[in-house]
């Protein structure tokens, strides 16, 4: 069974319709990137995945794990195990970094009937995994993104997905924002985290972040569908020739 | 969108949860003000003569009052007239326990308390907390009295202390706020039946948190409690005032005053978490909070600092306030008000800048949702003595769902070129992003807007004792249950 599988997919905005028909099949262990220009609905359907309610579904169906996920709230399917890296992180003033990550931790933990954790277990794994993306001590007790930089913001997204441990996540166009230095812990972070339980989707605008995060596939979607798919190397020419669809490789290639 | 607006909606419309009727044989004054009830309550308080003649003068000045101009219309508030002939002005509780065993009192009472989650019996009196538990009118037991009484500190009800320490009422009764003050402190100042009196002499800091729960229970009866608070040279004295109020269908009116004095270097913390019954939905019912608040910094060096977070009651009118009379003397005022459903609260302070190098500080936070309407009103006022006076004030406003209102009016009056002022203002709206970006790490909306409502507050919350802190921050979850939008 396929981790997540979305079948003609049509979702609208503010009465715009932004996703017309789009398929896409992850497996478990896999990496997908998506690109595409300016207004294509790459965060739309990164909002509808993680059931964003202002984003409203008009046909098609997403099961994910064999769930039907159209009919999850957001906290149902985040404790499911979908996880979305914000492309703009928000700011909860008054509110401890670390008090928050273990309140959603604990809210995942309950969901599946097990202990919660206290502040003794949390902190220690908490700060490893800071660790790991280089992030300051002092961010421990800071409130959540208050007075952060965009680097510190995107680093936190994904140290919240290191904490929370998804089967699926979705990065927002993670690298938006990064300089290079910022791009390459983002990456290690999430390369840390690739394994055969979990699957990745990647929405970049460049190719710059496949560097670092190579992608098992890469689809391409203009006007809510995708209009190519391929392997790493897609990237590459979209990078080279931009997103004018190639008339002579329509027919899509689905991923396994 | 809408799926979050039912949300917020469900919490703002939780039910009152500690709404229930103790069943006590009551003695009850017939309905309806005039001088023959205030002699009747002054007589059945056994009051020496200044007592009652102090009354009736503020009674006859109310009823000029009542005659001349009515109750103040000045406060954003939609508030239906009041009958005052239709109120019973005394009650209490016919049992009249004897204060030195909790053995005594009615067990009906305790059993109310404990509903509360108020700590009188043993066990719990060990937490280091002094009860002076206040029932309708009347005060019924009195912990820890013995402890204090070792260090000096008097804490009683008013009534005792009217009895016993009569110099001190004759000196302090009415010096910071007189029966002149307001319409409602005319009231109360003629009418009031008991409330607490602490005094805490020289050199003396009040080894525990002194702590008063109030309970209106009777229908229909105004309760009009009276606090005075004294901190002789260089004392200390942190007071803690908690209340919640069973559901009645009809207003109960409450109009208190609180007076605290500060001599030279000494300090009043006074901190409060209101949980009146706020009324129904539709806003039938609930309380009506006339309060009127105010402390005197007399003394040099000395402090007083008010932290309030409010979330009951139908109408809040209240204005914790500081006279800032002593050198080098500081006001401070941390205020959490929210309104749900149709409550409305008009609420901030007063700081009145008379010494040297005086220097106030106002946090406020209002919070807003489902119908509530939430003002703002803060007056800061330096006058021409005040040199070197600094104020800092910052106001923010938090709205959740469209359908509720935040109102600010600041007023500032400086009358010395030296002081220096800061107010910082700010509105904002718990908004989708907020709530989804929690909700996507699989908090529940309504643990989401808890979480966003605590963060706004926090400020706030650090100035409050440990123990109140946690009950504010459940308080808050609990008035916002069934809000999320």
Redesign the interface.
């Known amino acids: 069974m396929a981790l997540l599988e979305i079948q003609d997919l049509h979702a609208r905005v503010e009465g715009h319709e932004i996703l017309k028909g789009l398929n896409l099949t992850i497996n478990a262990g896999e990496v997908h990137s998506i690109m595409g220009p300016n207004g294509s609905g790459k965060s739309t359907l990164a909002a509808v995945l993680?059931r964003?309610?202002?984003y409203e579904v008009t046909r098609g169906r997403v099961l994910f794990n064999g769930k039907d996920l159209l009919e999850m709230?957001?906290?149902d399917?985040?404790?499911e195990g979908v996880?979305?890296a914000?492309q703009?992180?928000?700011e909860?003033?008054?509110?401890g970094n670390a008090y928050?990550?273990r309140?959603?931790?604990n809210?995942?933990r309950k969901?599946h009937g097990q202990d919660e954790l206290d502040a003794m277990d949390f902190l220690p794994l908490y700060k490893e995994r800071m660790k790991i993306l280089e992030m300051d001590d002092k961010l421990v007790n800071r409130?959540v993104n208050e007075g952060f930089s965009g680097g510190e913001k995107k680093r936190n997204e994904i140290l919240?997905m290191a904490m929370?441990e998804p089967k699926l996540a979705i990065l927002d166009e993670t690298d938006s924002g990064l300089d290079i230095d910022a791009l390459r812990i983002v990456a290690k972070g999430v390369n840390a985290m690739r394994g055969p339980d979990r699957a990745f989707l990647v929405i970049t605008h460049y190719q710059r972040l496949l560097d670092y995060i190579t992608p098992d596939f890469v689809h391409v979607l203009v006007d809510g569908k995708i209009v190519r798919s391929g392997g790493p190397e897609l990237a590459l020419e979209l990078e080279d020739k931009g997103y004018g669809p190639s008339e002579a490789d329509v027919p899509q290639a689905l991923p396994a | 969108m809408s799926s979050t607006v039912e949300t917020i909606r469900g919490l703002a419309e939780q039910d009152y949860k500690w709404g229930f009727v103790t069943d006590i044989a009551e003695d009850r004054a017939p309905k309806g003000l005039s001088e023959d009830i205030v002699r009747l309550i002054s007589a059945r308080k056994g009051e020496p003569e200044f007592m009652l003649e102090w009354r009736l003068n503020a009674l006859r000045h109310w009823f000029r009052m009542a005659k001349e101009e009515g109750a103040p219309t000045w406060a954003n508030l939609t508030i239906a007239p009041i009958d005052y002939q239709n109120i019973s002005y005394y009650s209490a509780p016919k049992k009249k326990p004897q204060l030195e065993s909790l053995d005594q009192v009615d067990p009906e009472l305790l059993r109310t308390y404990e509903k509360l989650g108020i700590p009188l019996n043993e066990q719990k009196m060990f937490s280091g907390v002094a009860v002076d538990a206040v029932f309708d009118s009347v005060s019924v037991a009195t912990t820890f009295k013995g402890k204090l009484a070792e260090m000096g500190v008097i804490f009683c009800s008013f009534s005792e202390a009217v009895q016993k320490h009569p110099e001190l009422i004759k000196k302090y009764l009415g010096t910071v706020v007189p029966h002149t003050d307001n319409f409602y402190a005319a009231l109360n100042a003629a009418v009031f039946t008991d409330g607490s009196f602490v005094y805490v002499p020289k050199g003396v800091r009040c080894p525990m948190e002194l702590s008063t729960y109030f309970r209106i229970n009777a229908a229909e009866t105004g309760q009009f409690e009276r606090t005075l608070i004294i901190a002789d040279e260089g004392a200390y004295v942190s007071y803690l005032e908690g209340c919640t109020a069973p559901i009645r269908d009809e207003n109960q009116l409450h109009a208190a005053v609180v007076e605290l004095i500060a001599l030279d270097n000494a300090q009043i913390k006074y901190s409060t978490v209101q949980n009146w019954y706020p009324g129904d939905k539709e806003g039938r019912g609930g309380i009506y909070n006339f309060v009127t608040k105010r402390g005197k910094c007399l003394g040099v060096n000395s402090k007083i600092s008010w932290t309030q977070v409010e979330t009951g009651s139908a109408i809040t009118w209240k204005y914790p306030s500081c006279i800032l009379q002593g050198d080098n003397s500081v006001g401070e005022f941390y205020s959490v008000a929210l309104t749900n459903n149709r409550q409305q609260a008009d609420t901030g302070t007063k700081m009145i800048h008379i010494g040297k190098n005086t220097r106030s500080t106002i946090v406020s936070k209002g919070i807003s949702a489902g119908y509530g309407q939430n003002t703002y009103r803060g007056q800061v006022k330096i006058l021409k003595s005040a040199t070197g006076a600094r104020n800092y004030t910052q106001c923010d406003s938090l709205l959740i769902g469209d359908r509720c209102g935040a109102h600010t009016f600041p007023y500032i009056e400086v009358r010395n070129a030296s002081a220096r002022m800061e107010h910082e203002a700010s509105t904002s709206k718990i908004g989708e992003n907020q709530l989804f970006y929690l909700r996507q790490r699989g908090l529940t909306a309504e643990n989401a807007v808890s979480m966003i409502v605590n963060g706004f507050c926090k400020t706030v919350f650090k100035e409050l004792p440990m123990e109140f802190a946690v009950e504010a921050q459940k308080l808050l979850g609990v008035s916002l249950e069934g809000s999320v939008g």
């Open positions: 993680a964003r309610e202002t709230k957001p906290e399917a985040a404790c996880f979305l914000f703009y992180p928000v909860i003033p008054g509110i928050f990550v309140s959603a931790m809210a995942i969901f409130s919240q929370l």
